[in-house]
């Protein structure tokens, strides 16, 4: 029930990408969280526990929602993630917020603690999503919500989709070995496969499914918009899994990419493409 390969993965592989093209991942995770505040509803005076939380964007967000008499806690596998969350996190003086390294499946937590479990694109990489579910199911009060940001399926989803149909034009798909970070970001994808889990977590009552879409910048050019999809996401593993036919395509590939997105480029010099999510809120 351990996630250490997937944890090495992040740590080892991805660390120096995602801070590479941070301004784009967590500015698009903006885009949706903007809106999902008003469906969650978290109140002053919470206490809010952030899973998979990153850089701690979302967590300074809700540090200030719930004010000086609530709490929050950013809980991470990434420990360069956490350097940089405790950094900003001070540089912003908001004390009542802390952050703690560990795996969301396993980690020791308070019982009937929180009044908010909260995740922006941080459950769909567990091994086992049921697993950690439970276990913020367990620390939330009686009456807490837990409250997920999670991708819909990658048919939904141009801004990720586009890019792997090119890759696998040209490249096979990663193989059973391939180091991966998890399932993946379209693991909670299908609702009837997610209100199944949070079923089985204990999550009975689920007061809000909803679906929401919004063209997300994937680059501020399109070179950067190719070299995003490259290194980042499912595009990014296919080609990284490939070695070096990996490389000896890149060219094609590129070029494929920016043939295919060239209607996508706005007069600001940035690419756009859609995306969808889903906002999920179930009480305990």
């Given at each position: 029930m351990n996630n250490n390969d997937f944890i090495s993965c992040w740590n080892e592989v991805l660390v120096p990408k995602w801070n590479r093209f941070r301004h784009l991942l967590s500015g698009n995770g903006a885009v949706h969280s903007a809106t999902a505040y008003d469906y969650f509803n978290i109140q002053p005076g919470d206490k809010v526990l952030d899973i998979g939380c990153g850089y701690g964007e979302t967590c300074l967000e809700i540090g200030?929602?719930?004010?000086?008499?609530?709490?929050?806690?950013?809980?991470d596998c990434t420990e360069a993630f956490l350097e940089i969350a405790n950094r900003e996190r001070d540089e912003a003086g908001l004390s009542n917020v802390k952050f703690a390294l560990g795996d969301?499946?396993?980690?020791?937590?308070?019982?009937?603690?929180?009044?908010?479990?909260y995740s922006r694109f941080g459950v769909m990489f567990f091994q086992n999503v049921v697993y950690a579910l439970k276990n913020a199911h367990k620390t939330l009060k009686p009456g807490g919500k837990l409250c997920l940001?999670?991708?819909?399926?990658i048919n939904d989803n141009p801004c990720w989709g586009l890019a792997k149909e090119i890759a696998l034009k040209h490249l096979p798909p990663p193989g059973d070995n391939a180091q991966t970070c998890g399932p993946g970001p379209f693991a909670l994808a299908d609702e009837e496969t997610d209100r199944g889990m949070l079923k089985a977590a204990g999550f009975e009552n689920i007061e809000i499914f909803e679906r929401n879409d919004a063209d997300i910048c994937i680059g501020t050019s399109m070179k950067e918009a190719i070299d995003f999809q490259i290194l980042v996401g499912p595009s990014g593993e296919i080609i990284r899994e490939a070695g070096d036919q990996g490389q000896e395509k890149l060219p094609l590939i590129r070029s494929d990419m920016e043939n295919s997105m060239k209607n996508n480029l706005r007069s600001?010099?940035?690419?756009?493409?859609?995306?969808?999510t889903w906002f999920i809120m179930a009480r305990k």
């Open positions: 200030r929602i719930v004010g000086p008499e609530g709490a929050v806690l950013g809980l969301a499946q396993t980690y020791e937590l308070a019982e009937n603690y929180y009044d908010v479990v940001i999670v991708w819909r399926t600001d010099g940035g690419v756009y493409l859609p995306s969808s």
